[in-house]
């Protein structure tokens, strides 16, 4: 199943708390799991990523969390700033080669 | 160091209608992906291109092609437009290797009437 589900679809935290953003994945076959920032009016941006031979990567107060077992990954955001509110994509890819499948998208918005 | 360069930025078609979509990627970067971004379906991939050929391919209808030039640049077609396909549509370029990251241009707002 070439899918990424994602959730929440959106997501309102105070600023100082943490961000937590979950995806899901069917096909084991995918080795490269990204994920996107994006701003409203630009593209989206690489934000981090990880392959499933590792289980916690981090990236200043960006951390990605993997479980394997359970078919699962999610994005951190340690001490959110209104500067992080954007749209955050979970991605998904098999190869080196191939193409990047991506899940719906989260909303987030910090506030002030 | 120049991004990618999407054109037009704004496109208004009526249904029945075809359109061509431009990207420019960056410099050196050999690999155009795009995409189709919906409020309701979030990115969806179409096509890319590497070194002039089609390399991946989407789920989409045979009225979506694209085409890449020796000088990397792409291009989308939508012909025969419907309603649906109203949708921001983006473009990315990479050197051709998923870990070297994709960069996004900032689009191309394609509204059918």
């Known amino acids: 199943q070439q899918q990424v589900k994602q959730s929440p679809q959106s997501l309102i935290v105070q600023k100082g708390g943490i961000s937590i953003i979950n995806c899901a994945y069917e096909?084991?076959?995918?080795?490269?799991f990204p994920w996107y920032q994006q701003f409203p009016g630009k593209g989206p941006a690489l934000l981090i990523a990880?392959?499933?031979?590792?289980s916690e990567k981090k990236e200043g107060r960006f951390t990605i969390s993997f479980n394997k077992s359970a078919k699962q990954f999610s994005l951190h955001i340690m001490d959110s700033q209104p500067g992080d509110s954007a749209t955050y994509f979970c991605?998904?890819?098999?190869?080196?080669?191939?193409?990047?499948?991506f899940g719906k998208g989260t909303r987030l918005h910090i506030l002030p | 160091k120049a991004g990618v360069t999407q054109t037009p930025r704004y496109l208004i078609k009526t249904r029945g209608q075809q359109v061509t979509l431009s990207c420019s990627p960056i410099?050196?970067?050999?690999?155009v992906s795009w995409y189709q971004q919906t409020p309701g379906q979030g990115l969806q991939f179409l096509f890319e291109?590497?070194?002039?050929?089609?390399?991946n391919k989407g789920n989409f209808p045979g009225r979506f092609s694209g085409r890449q030039f020796s000088n990397s640049r792409s291009e989308m077609n939508v012909s025969t437009l419907e309603l649906g396909d109203s949708a921001l549509y983006l473009c990315a370029s990479s050197l051709g290797d998923r870990e070297t990251g994709y960069t996004f241009g900032s689009g191309t707002r394609l509204t059918v009437v």
């Open positions: 410099s050196g970067h050999r690999s």
């Open positions: 991605a998904a890819s098999i190869g080196r080669d191939d193409k990047i499948i």
């Open positions: 990880i392959r499933p031979d590792v």
């Open positions: 096909n084991t076959a995918f080795d490269y």
């Open positions: 291109y590497f070194s002039e050929t089609q390399r």
